[in-house]
């Protein structure tokens, strides 16, 4: 397995941050603008939440959506893995979103060249919901993106959602990402899917290869051409949505 890039968009903006905090010597004294025209930004930053009980980082199905991503692409791509608890008890979801948004922000500020990429497995995906403005079962909670950094996420991917099953996933729900959204629910698996015959080995271990691959393959689409591609959803749904709460087990 190929090591882990790591990205650099934050440790930019802690460098500029630094040198505003300096004393102003003359008018032409550092800012942000400069020190972020001068750092090599990424082509693409994928921002990625991990399952529940997952040790921190992107866990098995964002390296796997990441490293299919990395041979599919020449653009140079840099990862984020979502900074919150993914705990049992579901309490973490908003803090993760929020964490979402902060790097979002960042990456505006820091690199605005740079494509980004939100995606979420399990009680990830409910992170991603939350930042998307995706209900499921009528909760609302956490912090939705404000629509004025939408533009910069160019995809947005998940696995084994449970809006799939409940209000519906992000491209039937979200106004801003639903036409740049990719939510894969593998057959069989129960947080997802509905109905007879599930198994929560579908869950657990139906999403590498297959669906990372087709994952990576509309991403590298979007980064291509950002508009409205096959497969993609059909675009916003009229009328308020809101976030999620902690549902998974």
Same mark, same amino acid.
């Given at each position: 397995?190929?090591?882990?890039?790591?990205?650099?968009?934050?440790?930019?903006?802690?460098?500029?941050?630094?040198?505003?905090?300096?004393?102003?010597?003359?008018?032409?004294?550092?800012?942000?603008?400069?020190?972020?025209?001068?750092?090599?930004?990424?082509?693409?930053?994928?921002? !990625?939440?991990?399952?529940?009980?997952?040790?921190? /980082?992107?866990?098995? %199905?964002?390296? &796997? *959506?990441?490293? =299919?991503?990395?041979?599919?692409?020449?653009?140079?791509?840099?990862?984020?893995?979502?900074?919150?608890?993914?705990?049992?008890?579901?309490?973490?979801?908003?803090?993760?979103?929020?964490?979402?948004?902060?790097?979002?922000?960042?990456?505006?500020?820091?690199?605005?060249?740079?494509?980004?990429?939100?995606?979420?497995?399990?009680?990830?995906?409910?992170?991603?919901?939350?930042?998307?403005?995706?209900?499921?079962?009528?909760?609302?909670?956490?912090?939705?993106?404000?629509?004025?950094?939408?533009?910069?996420?160019?995809?947005?991917?998940? !696995?084994?959602?449970?809006?799939?099953?409940?209000? /519906?996933?992000?491209? %039937?729900?979200? &106004? *801003?990402?639903? =036409?740049?959204?990719?939510?894969?629910?593998?057959?069989?698996?129960?947080?997802?899917?509905?109905?007879?015959?599930?198994?929560?080995?579908?869950?657990?271990?139906?999403?590498?290869?297959?669906?990372?691959?087709?994952?990576?393959?509309?991403?590298?689409?979007?980064?291509?051409?950002?508009?409205?591609?096959?497969?993609?959803?059909?675009?916003?749904?009229?009328?308020?949505?809101?976030?999620?709460?902690?549902?998974?087990?």
């Amino acid at each position: 397995m190929r090591s882990v890039q790591v990205s650099s968009i934050f440790s930019a903006t802690v460098m500029a941050a630094a040198l505003l905090a300096l004393p102003a010597v003359s008018p032409l004294a550092p800012s942000v603008t400069p020190v972020a025209s001068a750092y090599d930004c990424p082509d693409v930053e994928v921002i !990625f939440a991990r399952g529940t009980s997952e040790p921190p /980082g992107v866990g098995r %199905v964002g390296r &796997a *959506l990441i490293d =299919s991503l990395r041979q599919q692409t020449s653009k140079k791509v840099d990862e984020y893995a979502v900074n919150y608890p993914a705990g049992r008890l579901q309490l973490g979801g908003g803090d993760g979103a929020n964490d979402v948004i902060k790097r979002v922000k960042a990456a505006a500020e820091v690199c605005p060249n740079t494509q980004l990429v939100l995606g979420g497995y399990s009680q990830g995906a409910s992170v991603i919901d939350i930042v998307t403005g995706t209900q499921v079962g009528g909760i609302s909670w956490g912090n939705q993106l404000p629509a004025q950094f939408a533009d910069q996420v160019v995809a947005v991917t998940t !696995f084994g959602n449970p809006a799939d099953r409940t209000g /519906g996933p992000i491209s %039937v729900q979200s &106004a *801003l990402f639903g =036409s740049k959204a990719l939510d894969l629910c593998n057959p069989g698996d129960p947080i997802c899917h509905e109905g007879p015959g599930n198994e929560w080995t579908d869950h657990t271990d139906g999403y590498i290869p297959a669906l990372t691959s087709q994952a990576a393959n509309f991403i590298a689409g979007r980064l291509r051409s950002p508009g409205l591609l096959p497969g993609s959803g059909p675009g916003p749904v009229p009328g308020p949505v809101s976030a999620p709460g902690p549902l998974l087990p």
